[in-house]
């Protein structure tokens, strides 16, 4: 017993740490760098950061997946057996590109990374954009007041005492939201006449053109500064600011409206909307009642002015701080 275990524990060990590796040769690519030596070819650059490794390959890959997107055409496609005579058209087919939707977040939007945004929608390098409430509102605040570079590890107490707000490492001061309160509002009271008078449905995206119509900016986001006939979509854009709206400015969040443009959805014509509009008023009580008391504490209900809302809200904010 003890000489088989003399002989074949050593061989297992063996076997299990000098295990034969498997063969990568063409099954995987091999991990180089860029060679600058070569100059400086940007296209080369990008292509090699698929095989530098680390969260470079991550980028490399993105590349390479836009790219795809970017050169994609109808025509790559084998024609479906039900499709139509049009779609069988090779002309049409090499005419037909994929249709790009860029979403992003409202930090994106804080830094600088908004340039590069309005970049692509100004060459229509995307048909659609979707963001948050916030993309739409930084866009606006950023057109009213530059954003300024801070650090991470800044004090959040220290920056309350001297009114700035940190977003990562950017630091955006208060006055910067109160000018875009002293913005919006009249617009929003103006929004409000003209849904009154004129019965209209305020959709997310005609709420974006029509604040990007009013800031008109060259270096704004929203249509129709930048966006020609793309689309700019805000699915979230009724639930923002809940405790600071104003009761009377609630009314037009009664219709549900995620993806309500009537770009995404042809179909839906003046007698739907009406129709929708008439099933969802029978709800409206309920809805602002609900609606004021998700208000702080602090706030009266009662107040349906904009102006007062704004001062308390602001006088309790001073308080808490």
Not at 34 to 44: I, L, M, R, S, T
Not at 251 to 266: A, C, G, K, R
């Amino acid at each position: 017993m003890g000489e088989a275990m003399k002989y074949t524990l050593p061989e297992a060990v063996r076997s299990t740490v000098f295990k034969e590796s498997e063969r990568l040769d063409g099954a995987s690519p091999k991990i180089e760098g860029y060679d600058f030596n070569k100059g400086v070819n940007y296209h080369e650059l990008f292509k090699s950061m698929a095989v530098t490794g680390f969260q470079a390959s991550n980028l490399g890959d993105a590349i390479q997946l836009v790219n795809e997107m970017l050169d994609w055409r109808l025509s790559d496609e084998t024609p479906a057996e039900d499709c139509s005579e049009e779609e069988r058209d090779v002309t049409y087919r090499e005419s037909v590109r994929c249709k790009v939707f860029l979403g992003f977040t409202s930090n994106l939007i804080s830094s600088g990374i908004r340039d590069i945004v309005r970049y692509l929608l100004q060459h229509r390098m995307v048909d659609a954009v979707v963001t948050t409430a916030g993309g739409v509102e930084e866009d606006l605040v950023k057109c009213l007041a530059p954003t300024f570079r801070g650090d991470f590890s800044l004090p959040g107490s220290v920056l309350r005492s001297k009114g700035l707000n940190r977003i990562g490492n950017l630091l955006v001061p208060n006055d910067n939201y109160c000018k875009f309160e002293d913005w919006i509002i009249p617009i929003f009271d103006q929004m409000l006449e003209e849904q009154k008078s004129q019965n209209i449905l305020w959709t997310p995206s005609e709420v974006i053109a029509r604040l990007g119509k009013e800031i008109n900016n060259e270096t704004s986001l929203p249509p129709p500064r930048t966006l020609s006939n793309q689309d700019l979509h805000s699915p979230p854009r009724p639930d923002p600011w809940p405790w600071s709206t104003p009761p009377s400015h609630r009314e037009d969040q009664v219709t549900p409206m995620p993806w309500s443009n009537t770009n995404l959805h042809p179909e839906k014509t003046k007698h739907s909307q009406i129709q929708h509009r008439k099933e969802n008023l029978t709800s409206k009580a309920t809805y602002e009642n609900n609606s004021l008391t998700k208000l702080p504490q602090q706030i009266s209900p009662t107040l349906g002015n904009a102006e007062a809302v704004q001062n308390e809200f602001r006088t309790n904010a001073t308080e808490r701080s």
